[in-house]
């Protein structure tokens, strides 16, 4: 049922191998530029998150630069699972994203839209977050998953919203 | 393109509401007499600050008198053609600043780059 999840996540794993040696906090940005998709930055309405574009054989990756550099870096990592994830669909054809927040939620998964969000959603989970990093973090002996102020100083060091790492721990367990 | 229509008529009544010929705006302004005459039928594009020397010769305070404030619908076209997603969902707000992010992205020198 949820094999279009493990594959997104299989596809975060793979881009991180291929960039190298990775430790936290991710490097996202490299890692979409060293793929040779552009990234610009560009202030844009507090409704609109990014956007990922194919155009003419140039990748890019668009951000809104008003938000929080941790929305800009889920921002990022979400348009890149949509560049590595759907590239059929972003060829010619922006594809912009509104928030993320309702479209983590599985019961929509079904199809369409809704599935390719999550998809993007559940790589950009694995890339920012990934499980070889965080796994080992969080099962030493007392780390307390209910601890706000724990789960905050983790998510600091991941560069992740606190939401995007408590979302992150929900899948891992 | 619309917008040149709309310069063209804007400029032709205020002329003619002054008293003034063709070839009166043409002398003062140094182009020629048939220059004009497109320019008020909307079929020469003119030049920036040929629209700031029209409205100084028509007496005019400022060039928002010949040109609207913005670009009107029918000329944005670029917009969607650029991100080719339907315009639907989105602001024309939204959507001009989202053709700025893909433009800046590719570069200048794509810009206008002719097909």
């Known amino acids: 049922m949820t094999t279009f999840k493990q594959r997104a996540r299989e596809e975060a794993r793979r881009i991180l191998a291929e960039y190298g040696d990775v430790s936290i906090p991710v490097p996202v940005e490299k890692i979409i530029k060293k793929r040779g998709i552009r990234v610009q930055f560009s202030p844009l309405d507090q409704e609109l998150s990014g956007m990922a574009l194919i155009k003419d054989g140039v990748g890019i990756v668009g951000v809104n630069a008003l938000h929080h550099p941790n929305r800009q870096r889920f921002t990022m990592a979400h348009e890149l699972g949509h560049h590595i994830l759907h590239q059929q669909k972003i060829n010619g054809t922006a594809h912009v994203d509104k928030g993320f927040a309702i479209l983590l939620r599985d019961t929509e998964a079904s199809q369409g839209t809704n599935r390719m969000e999550i998809e993007a959603n559940t790589f950009a989970s694995e890339l920012l977050m990934p499980t070889m990093l965080l796994a080992p973090l969080i099962d030493t002996t007392g780390f307390d998953l209910d601890d706000v102020e724990q789960l905050q100083m983790l998510a600091k060091r991941f560069k992740v919203s606190l939401s995007a790492l408590q979302f992150r721990l929900l899948a891992l367990s | ?115």
Do not use: C, W
């Not at chain 2, 917008?3 to 002398?27: E, V």
């Not at chain 2, 182009?31 to 010769?57: C, D, P, T, W």
């Open chain 2, 1 to 115: 393109m619309a917008i040149y229509a709309h310069l063209g008529r804007a400029m032709a009544a205020r002329r003619t509401s002054l008293g003034l010929t063709q070839q009166d705006i043409a002398d003062r302004i140094g182009v020629s007499r048939a220059s004009i005459a497109n320019v008020e039928r909307g079929r020469q594009k003119v030049l920036l600050h040929q629209v700031y020397a029209m409205a100084r010769v028509l007496a005019l305070q400022s060039i928002t008198d010949l040109v609207p404030a913005t670009l009107p619908k029918s000329d944005t076209p670029a917009s969607v053609s650029m991100l080719n997603i339907d315009p639907g969902g989105f602001s024309e707000v939204q959507l001009s600043d989202l053709e700025r992010l893909v433009r800046s992205a590719l570069g200048p020198e794509k810009v206008d780059a002719p097909r």
